[in-house]
């Protein structure tokens, strides 16, 4: 039985932008065909992004990827309306935020989303506390309240002790953990993260991934982040949408973009990545007739690599996979595992779990 689809947190419809003084004349002609070389060469306009279509889950990591000039932080502006589309829909609970009133697109952005930039957009004057709670000063919450929240999620991303310093005194870490804080604070459903961690040395980058998986786990929000980055696109993106000249090529696990990629392009990004870190035991194990009494298991979701680690551990050929209730739902054999991790593989698994859904 297939999972159920999971609930729609933004839904984005349609949506094109062009950037130039006359962009509605160019909309017919871009949607016939007219590339973004054509239009700029024409007409002296950018296309931005073409005929995007998007279902973000609610409580989920969207992680948006490509290349510089792909479109990818144009797109996650339209979400809170930094940029006004061209056209269409960009669909929030039962509201466009497209059609909003100032009045309405102010409180929204108060309210709804909360925002983490590559730069960290700290204010140099103000402490680390001082600029936790800014978001709630906007929203005229009690100072008592303020500091409260603030501190409770300085805390938790790991800065307790460093509310009273200032961002210039902080490592560039440190800094995007008080963006981070500062964004929590406010309690919004919605987490925008544009590139949030490029900016970070390699080490501190991947230690800000864990806090956001771990703290993910906790909070669930609708989280929509932006990178260049593919390996950071799978480890974060519970649903990844790839974009090209403003256009998505490809939107789908990791796990599918890893095994199936829709083009030559996608190919390519894919090509070095560590499958077994991000393929699942799911995808390699074998019908199970019965259990083995007294048989290793590995739990249903675990990737490759840790399996295979712990098989190895376990001097054992053969696991049973089991699922969150524990029941037996598969076999898993150590070579299948090894060969799954450094080569291509074509389950009709796959297949059957697209159709099943």
């Known amino acids: 039985m297939a999972d159920p689809a ?4 933004i839904s984005i419809r349609n949506l094109y932008k062009i950037f130039g003084p006359n962009p509605e004349a160019y909309i017919d002609a871009v949607r016939q065909g007219m590339s973004k070389t054509e239009l700029n060469d024409q007409h002296n306009h950018v296309l931005g992004l ?3 279509n998007i279902d973000m889950p609610r409580g989920a990591i969207q992680v948006v ?9 144009t797109l996650i502006r ?3 309306r ?6 269409g829909e960009v669909i929030v609970g039962d509201q466009d935020v497209v059609k909003m009133s100032e009045t309405e697109l102010r409180e929204f952005r108060r309210h709804q989303t909360a925002m983490v930039f590559q730069k960290f957009a700290l204010l140099p004057h103000r402490t680390v506390l001082d600029n936790v709670v800014y978001g709630l000063e906007i929203q005229g919450i009690p100072r008592k309240k303020q500091e409260e929240e603030a501190r409770r999620w300085i805390t938790r991303v790991g800065l307790e002790g460093f509310e009273e310093s200032y961002p210039n005194q902080l490592s560039g870490g440190m800094q995007q953990r008080v963006g981070l804080a500062r964004a929590l604070t406010n309690d919004a459903p919605i987490l925008l993260m544009d590139e949030a961690f490029s900016a970070l040395d390699p080490l501190i980058r991947m230690d800000m991934q864990s806090v956001l998986l771990d703290l993910q786990k906790e909070i669930r929000k609708t989280i929509v982040f932006i ?4 390996d950071e696109a799978l480890r974060l ?3 990844i949408a790839i974009l090209r000249d403003g256009e998505v090529i490809q939107q789908s696990t990791a796990q599918e973009i890893v095994l199936r990629p829709s083009d030559e392009y996608i190919s390519s990004f894919v090509r070095e990545v560590n499958r077994g870190r991000v393929i699942s035991v799911d995808m390699v194990m074998t019908p199970l007739s019965e259990a083995e ?3 290793m298991t590995v739990r249903s979701g675990s990737v490759l690599e840790n399996a295979a680690k712990k098989m190895t551990e376990k001097s054992a050929n053969h696991a049973i996979v089991i699922d969150k209730a524990g029941k037996p739902i598969g076999a898993l054999d150590i070579q299948d595992v090894i060969s799954a991790m450094v080569t291509p593989v074509d389950h009709t698994m796959v297949e059957d779990e697209e159709d099943a859904a």
Do not use: C, F, Q, W
């Not at 990178?227 to 593919?230: A, F, G, P, R, V």
């Open 293 to 295: 009494p007294g048989a």
């Open 227 to 230: 990178t260049h980055d593919l």
């Open 65 to 73: 990827m490509g290349l510089s000039g792909s479109g990818k932080s």
């Open 82 to 87: 930094l940029i006004d589309p061209t056209v």
């Open 78 to 80: 339209h979400i809170n």
């Open 50 to 52: 073409k005929d995007i």
């Open 6 to 9: 999971p609930e729609i947190g």
């Open 237 to 239: 993106g519970d649903r």
